[in-house]
Each structure stands twice: as structure tokens, then as C-alpha cells.
């Protein structure tokens, strides 16, 4: 039996879900009913779907009383997930998320206690873990030994309005944080082995460091920060470094385009934007070269993500971005705005542990 699927958004990413990600799945699931605040969007996506006006929701409170399915898949701006959450937890009703659990820390834990007390299973999308390119970089590490430290660098020119995305970008207080480095915390727990114990730096705006908004050329498309330096010291006597930029204006490191180097003991693993995966090792006193052949999948990034999740709703194994597991990265990224706030290195497993959760 296909599984069925509350979908709540149909526009930006939402619609890659629809057409490409779970299109991928239409032998295994089908779309029970739409949700979307845009009546017109929704009645395009409904009718390419073939559903009637029956299934199509403008309310989820609605559509989560009258729809029956298997599972939900949440694809809208952060500040909406929870009462989603909380609605598909009433309903028993497994789930499928995009990033970051929350808006808020607040939010991300009364989402975790929602769906540990309802017992439903939760997923959520950390898409970037299964792209080629950091699945190649996984297999380099892995010949290298232990983890020393890791460097991350995700730098995008997205001073242009509307270039990073919807207008809520824009005009939120974490963009870069909230919306991109959650991949990007994520990856760096994925790539060094361990989860976070502390972090320390900052995130900021380059104008209004300097005193107002448009001091700084470019800067002023955001209202929130889109800048970050943070060092991270990983539960595995791993370090962590990484480097974020909204503004970038030189050389960029975009998205699927992200920079890591780590360094190990056996030698130093080092994907940039081309996509090449290298390994460099000291012999003889010389440094020597290697380059790794690309991984290949049949599922990769967000398809990979919706397959391990109808695999896990037929009785597969868990995967590994499920929620008490991400629960983890959104905990770094939380401590981290606050470290930058409050001007202090961060104790992220205490976060955890005071959240009654557990690290």
C-alpha cells in the first residue's frame, strides 16, 4: 500500500518536494492533500496533482481534522513548524520536516517532547549529508585516522533582494545562522565523528557594525546578520571552525559549493568548490597529492532524504537525521546565537541536559 502524505507548502522548496523528490517516490507514496496559505499556488499544484478541491487546505488546522495519511512533510518558513508538529502529534502522525527543527530553541525542545510523548517517528531534512561530493569526503576521512579539527567556510553573494530566496529572509534576525548554517553545523558534527560540547564567536551585520544599516555596501538587503565566525570543541577531542558570509564579495563558496578541511592524523582530507575531494599526506619530507574518485548513490541529497524516510515507515533502520539526533545540530546552532549575544563560549550538552532531553 502507498503511504499517503499531508503536504503542507506547495511553493519554493515545497514544490521541489512535490515534483521531483517525492515524484521519485510515486511508487511507494501519494499526496492525501496540499496545504498552502497561497490559494492560487495551491490550486496549481492541486491540479497538476489531479487532486480535487477536497484535498487542497489554505488552514492546516483543517486539513490536519479532515485528511487521513500516513505522514506529513513539512516544508515552510522555521517559525511555523511547531504548531505543525504539534497538530500532526494529535493525530498520531509521523513526520517529515525540512530544516532547522524550529525557529527558536524554545520551539525545537517542545517539538522533541511533543513527538517523544505522542511516540510518532520524526525525520529531518539534512539533505546535504547525502551528496556525492561530501559522501566522497566522508570516504577520505575515513582513511585518515582520527579527526584533529575541521574548517568549514560557506561564503554566498546574496546582497541582491530576493537572491537568497523568499522576502523572510530578509527580514529575519538570524538568516545566516537559522536558515543556512544549520547544513552547515550539521556537516561539520557529520564530518568530525563527534556532537558539540562548546562553541564560542560571533555573528553580525557589517553595516550596522559599523554604525547603520547601509555603511557597508551590499549589506543592507538584510535586517538580521548574515555574517558568522564560530569554533566549535567537539565531544571526541575534535575542534571545529567555520566561516559564514550572506555577503560574500569576492571569491564564494555557495550552496553544494561549501569548502571543509580536515585535518587528521594520517594526513589532511580537502573538497572545495569544484566538487574534487583530495587527500594530502607528508611523505619523505614532500606533501603528495590524491585525489579520491567520486562516490556514486542512487539516491542523493533530498531524494536520499525522502527514501530513508519511506524505508523507515516500512520497518527499515532509523536514519540518522532523525529528530533526537538533530536535536544536536539545533542545539549548536542555538548555543551559537547565543554565544554571540551574550559575548561567551557556550555549554551545548548543558543546553541539552537542561532542556531535560539528554545529550
Request: charged letters at 20%; proline letters at 3%.
Amino acid at each position: 500500500m502507498k503511504k499517503k502524505c499531508l503536504m503542507l507548502g506547495v511553493g519554493g522548496m515545497a514544490h521541489s518536494w512535490i515534483f521531483d523528490f517525492w515524484a521519485r517516490q510515486a511508487q511507494r507514496m501519494e499526496f492525501a492533500a496540499l496545504v498552502d496559505v497561497n490559494s492560487d499556488a495551491l490550486k496549481t499544484a492541486g491540479e497538476k496533482l489531479g487532486l480535487p478541491a477536497s484535498a487542497l487546505f489554505t488552514d492546516a488546522e483543517r486539513a490536519f481534522e479532515r485528511v487521513e495519511a500516513d505522514f506529513c512533510c513539512i516544508v515552510t518558513p522555521p517559525r511555523f513548524h511547531r504548531i505543525a508538529v504539534e497538530l500532526a502529534c494529535a493525530r498520531k502522525m509521523d513526520i517529515l520536516s525540512e530544516k532547522p527543527i524550529a525557529a527558536s530553541w524554545e520551539d525545537a525542545v517542545s517539538i522533541t517532547q511533543a513527538v517523544q510523548k505522542a511516540g510518532v517517528k520524526m525525520m529531518v531534512t539534512q539533505n546535504y549529508r547525502y551528496t556525492p561530493r561530501i559522501l566522497t569526503l566522508k570516504t577520505a576521512i575515513s582513511q585518515l585516522g582520527q579527526v584533529n579539527y575541521a574548517v568549514g567556510r560557506y561564503a554566498g553573494d546574496y546582497r541582491a533582494r530576493g537572491s537568497l530566496g523568499a522576502d523572510f529572509l530578509y527580514q529575519m534576525a538570524h538568516p545566516l545562522l537559522v536558515e543556512c548554517a544549520i547544513h552547515h553545523f550539521d556537516q561539520l558534527r557529520n564530518l568530525t565523528g563527534g556532537d558539540a560540547e562548546t562553541v564560542c564567536g560571533y555573528e553580525w551585520h557589517p553595516g550596522l557594525a559599523r554604525g547603520a544599516q547601509n555603511s557597508f555596501e551590499g549589506s543592507d538587503a538584510f535586517a538580521g546578520q548574515p555574517c558568522a565566525l564560530f569554533v566549535v570543541q567537539m565531544s571526541n577531542g575534535a575542534f571545529a571552525h567555520y566561516e559564514g558570509s550572506n555577503v560574500a564579495s569576492g571569491e564564494v563558496n555557495s550552496w553544494h559549493r561549501e569548502a571543509y578541511r580536515v585535518e587528521c592524523e594520517g594526513g589532511t582530507a580537502i573538497l572545495d568548490r569544484d566538487d574534487k575531494v583530495w587527500i594530502v599526506k607528508r611523505e619523505n619530507g614532500q606533501s603528495q597529492a590524491r585525489e579520491m574518485a567520486t562516490v556514486a548513490v542512487e539516491f542523493d541529497g533530498h531524494a536520499a532524504i525522502a527514501n530513508q524516510f519511506l524505508d523507515w515507515l516500512e520497518g527499515g533502520a532509523a536514519p540518522i537525521t532523525v529528530l533526537d539526533d538533530n536535536l544536536k545540530s539545533n542545539a549548536l546552532l542555538f548555543a551559537a546565537i547565543r554565544a554571540s549575544e551574550e559575548k561567551r563560549v557556550v555549554n551545548v550538552r548543558e543546553m541539552l541536559t537542561k532542556a531535560g532531553i539528554g545529550a
